[in-house]
């Protein structure tokens, strides 16, 4: 599998124009060029995130300083040409959709008054309120979409008296919400593909003044419109190609219009998921297994930490490597329909008791079970496994076609850490420069708090560090053959070494190693991590966060929900790599919040401590089928957390980390039955993998998600009313306070319950 390449040779083999391998070459869709998107007059392009070499920028901007380029691009679609000595490449060049706003509070005459919300990465000092007179006023440059902020008044977190819209901020209070409206101006025409002919695709009309771009893997291809439609030639070098790829974008008045991605073969259209594999990512169904929580395989590791300061619920509970490759062998992930394992850090943490809980209920200091306060970041602890039961356990889920990605962790280490232990200057500064305590700080400081007093932040902008820290994570791919990894805290790690680690992977392994970043905040900064030179993909947490509310909440609508999921399209694009949960080891079960058993206005976290959550109830199973279907239907990979497949119920951290059971109850393996079919449904269907997506929103409470791909339709259907809802348009009935699919060809159309 593994083998090393100078970063040149691989940009070389990007350039599908230039070279032609000798035996059939594998394009990875991370080797396809991420598209730039250039708001207004200004943006940052990095030419070394695709291709050692130069730059030529569309008509109309220019290099201004380092990576930024200035200027208005004349057109909504434009392309720019990377050379370099080996190999070249086209990047898609878009125009972005961000208007000037301005925003207006009103009262708080005299006061001191801050705005920190999504827009300026909730920095109350990043933007500057001024009194006109009438109220505290800001301009603003921003995209179309939601964007939740709060006041600070006096040093003091508010709402805004002046905006009645609100949402839950996860944490048992609210945030108030800004909406941007679109520009205006007609929408873009959705591009339906509509048959191959001697090599020829061939899609339906678009609007005169619709632009269209086309490309073949990293080079700009011709699209010939007529009167009837669109069509793309697929060039004669794509027999060459064991994978290959066509993508065809368009926009219209500041809107994308779709795009399509088009995975080829030996220069034939991929019609059916049997011609892919689990390295083909669009495919992967993801499961996240806390290691310590999962199942006990090797009693003989069982290492409790000895310390009675600590509740049982916050200690070791016996999990292991073995038990995940027991419960591999046993068909558990067969069964489930999952192709991708995604496992918590097993990397060596601590041996004693750290941090505290003292906020209600029982006092408990913690262990490191979860595995993120790394001791090393090489070496697997003990208490999960061995190096040899690690390396058994990856030969196995290969074998039976698994990818498995590690939780990594580099922002920070734990104090005993023997690099910080050696090089305590390494690590950022425990107190700000106005002499505060520099922990949970998440955006003010964000690349330099501490997440606790024991867990000091590695300063990875120093160059020493990031080589110290990018070579341990190189590890784990070229030692034992990890498949990718999910980087703990993605938000708090500088771009550098994001950038210092995806180089040294790809030259470390000819296969696509999938990375998949954390980062809380406003779609634009999780943005920033995607891409070409950086991380495949992260966790949709906008999209998590609305769907979480949408599916749980009695009576709620679909429009915040709506507004997401047509953000998601417009920053990630119709064919991204995003993550999609179900669930989360940071927040409440979704079970216990759709059963009513725990509130958004209270503290989960305190619930779980000091109450017993109950069993979910018939429709906390209902909705955690709802959760996951929506997953499956819209673009990205469905991560399901794990319990989550049996609607295992509990508060936030820790009663969201019970031990798994695998007795299950009939209702249980119902709704376990349930989530594979949806898995297996998707694992069947192109159109679910590959297809475009349209959204719509025919009442409050009705949502419907349209996937295409060539003659293959797949809609869902969700209704969030207490009364069944029969849409004439769709000749089909979607029952109060549940979900409905329906499959169509052309002349064939199937509908599976």
């Given at each position: 599998m593994k083998k090393f390449l100078t970063v040149?040779?691989?940009?070389?083999?990007?350039?599908?124009?230039?070279?032609?391998?000798?035996?059939?070459?594998?394009?990875?869709?991370?080797?396809?060029?991420?598209?730039?998107?250039?708001?207004?007059?200004?943006?940052?392009?990095?030419?070394?995130?695709?291709?050692?070499?130069?730059?030529?920028?569309?008509?109309?901007?220019?290099?201004?300083?380092?990576?930024?380029?200035?200027?208005?691009?004349?057109?909504?679609?434009?392309?720019?040409?990377?050379?370099?000595?080996?190999?070249?490449?086209?990047?898609?060049?878009?125009?972005?959709?961000?208007?000037?706003?301005?925003?207006?509070?009103?009262?708080?005459?005299g006061e001191e008054v801050k705005v920190k919300g999504v827009f300026n990465a909730w920095n109350s000092d990043a933007t500057f309120l001024e009194w006109n007179g009438n109220a505290w006023e800001a301009p603003l440059v921003l995209?179309?979409?939601?964007?939740?902020?709060?006041l600070v008044v006096n040093g003091e977190e508010v709402l805004d008296p002046s905006n009645e819209v609100t949402v839950p901020n996860g944490f048992g209070s609210f945030n108030n919400v800004l909406t941007v409206?679109?520009?205006g101006g007609a929408a873009p025409v959705a591009i339906d593909f509509q048959f191959v002919s001697?090599?020829?695709?061939?899609?339906?009309?678009?609007?005169?003044?619709?632009?269209?771009?086309?490309?073949?893997?990293?080079?700009?291809?011709?699209?010939?419109?007529?009167?009837?439609?669109?069509?793309?030639?697929?060039?004669?070098?794509?027999?060459?190609?064991?994978?290959?790829?066509?993508?065809?974008?368009?926009?219209?008045?500041?809107q994308q219009g779709g795009d399509w991605?088009?995975?080829?073969?030996?220069?034939?259209?991929?019609?059916?998921?049997?011609?892919?594999?689990?390295?083909?990512?669009?495919?992967?169904?993801?499961?996240?297994?806390?290691?310590?929580?999962?199942?006990?395989?090797?009693?003989?590791?069982d290492q409790p930490v000895q310390d009675s300061t600590v509740h049982p619920r916050a200690n070791y509970q016996g999990g292991d490597v073995e038990?995940?490759?027991?419960?591999?062998?046993?068909?558990?992930?067969?069964?489930?329909?999952?192709?991708?394992?995604?496992?918590?850090?097993?990397?060596?943490?601590?041996?004693?008791?750290?941090?505290?809980?003292?906020?209600?209920?029982?006092?408990?200091?913690?262990?490191?079970?979860?595995?993120?306060?790394?001791?090393?970041?090489?070496k697997p602890d003990h208490r999960f496994a061995s190096p040899e039961e690690l390396h058994l356990f990856l030969d196995d889920a290969h074998a039976k076609e698994q990818n498995v990605l590690l939780d990594y962790v580099a922002n920070h280490v734990h104090e005993l850490h023997p690099v910080y232990q050696k090089h305590p200057n390494w690590a950022t500064n425990k107190y700000t420069a106005d002499g505060r305590l520099n922990t949970q700080l998440w955006d003010e400081e964000r690349l330099t708090t501490w997440f606790d007093t024991f867990m000091p932040t590695l300063e990875l902008r120093n160059d020493t560090v990031a080589e110290l820290m990018s070579d341990s994570a190189l590890v784990w791919i070229t030692e034992y053959d990890f498949d990718g990894f999910r980087h703990d805290a993605t938000k708090h790690i500088?771009?550098?070494?994001?950038?210092?680690?995806?180089?040294?992977?790809?030259?470390?392994?000819?296969?696509?190693?999938?990375?998949?970043?954390?980062?809380?905040?406003?779609?634009?900064?999780?943005?920033?991590?995607?891409g070409s030179g950086k991380v495949d993909a992260q966790f949709n947490f906008n999209l998590y966060d609305a769907a979480f509310e949408a599916f749980?909440?009695?009576?709620?609508?679909?429009?915040?929900?709506?507004?997401?999921?047509?953000?998601?399209?417009?920053?990630?694009?119709?064919?991204?790599?995003?993550?999609?949960?179900?669930?989360?080891q940071d927040k409440p079960r979704f079970s216990s919040m759709a059963s009513g058993h725990l509130s958004m206005s209270e503290d989960s976290k305190l619930a779980g401590w000091t109450r017993e959550i109950p069993e979910p109830t018939e429709r906390g199973y209902r909705k955690m089928a709802a959760m996951h279907a929506f997953n499956i239907a819209v673009p990205g990979i469905p991560i399901l957390y794990y319990g989550d497949e049996i609607a295992l119920h509990g508060g936030n951290d820790p009663d969201n980390r019970k031990m798994m059971p695998f007795d299950f109850s009939p209702r249980q393996q119902e709704l376990f039955d349930r989530i594979a079919q949806l898995n297996e449904t998707r694992s069947q269907l192109m159109a679910l993998n590959y297809g475009s997506t349209t959204v719509f929103q025919p009442e409050p409470h009705l949502l419907i998600i349209v996937r295409k791909y060539m003659q293959q339709e797949v809609r869902f259907f969700f209704n969030n009313s207490n009364e069944d809802r029969y849409l004439e348009e769709w000749e089909i009935t979607v029952p109060a306070d549940g979900i409905t699919q329906s499959l169509s060809f052309k002349q064939n159309v199937s509908r599976p319950k």
């Open positions: 040149l040779s691989i940009s070389a083999a990007l350039a599908a124009c230039e070279v032609q391998p000798s035996a059939p070459f594998r394009m990875q869709a991370s080797d396809l060029a991420s598209p730039h998107v250039h708001h207004g007059t200004k943006s940052d392009f990095v030419c070394l995130d695709y291709l050692s070499g130069e730059c030529e920028f569309p008509a109309g901007i220019d290099l201004f300083f380092g990576p930024t380029v200035t200027g208005t691009l004349e057109h909504e679609l434009n392309v720019a040409h990377l050379t370099g000595p080996n190999s070249s490449m086209d990047v898609p060049f878009f125009r972005g959709a961000k208007r000037a706003i301005t925003l207006s509070i009103s009262g708080f005459e995209a179309p979409g939601e964007y939740a902020y709060k409206e679109g520009g001697e090599g020829s695709l061939r899609f339906s009309a678009i609007p005169e003044d619709q632009e269209v771009l086309a490309f073949f893997n990293n080079r700009v291809v011709d699209v010939v419109r007529d009167e009837d439609g669109l069509s793309i030639v697929i060039p004669a070098d794509a027999k060459d190609w064991e994978r290959a790829w066509i993508r065809l974008y368009t926009a219209r008045n500041g991605l088009i995975p080829l073969k030996f220069g034939e259209v991929v019609i059916d998921t049997k011609e892919l594999d689990r390295k083909d990512w669009h495919t992967s169904i993801m499961y996240f297994a806390m290691v310590d929580r999962f199942f006990n395989g090797n009693p003989t590791n038990g995940l490759r027991q419960k591999l062998a046993d068909g558990y992930f067969d069964a489930l329909h999952t192709n991708t394992l995604w496992i918590s850090p097993i990397t060596q943490n601590p041996e004693n008791a750290w941090g505290l809980w003292n906020q209600g209920g029982p006092v408990s200091t913690f262990s490191g079970y979860h595995g993120y306060w790394p001791v090393s970041n090489i500088p771009m550098n070494f994001t950038r210092l680690l995806t180089e040294k992977i790809r030259a470390a392994s000819d296969d696509h190693v999938y990375q998949i970043g954390e980062t809380y905040g406003s779609d634009e900064l999780i943005a920033s991590y995607v749980t909440q009695e009576g709620a609508t679909f429009d915040r929900l709506r507004k997401a999921l047509e953000s998601s399209l417009t920053y990630y694009g119709h064919h991204h790599l995003m993550g999609n949960i179900s669930g989360n």
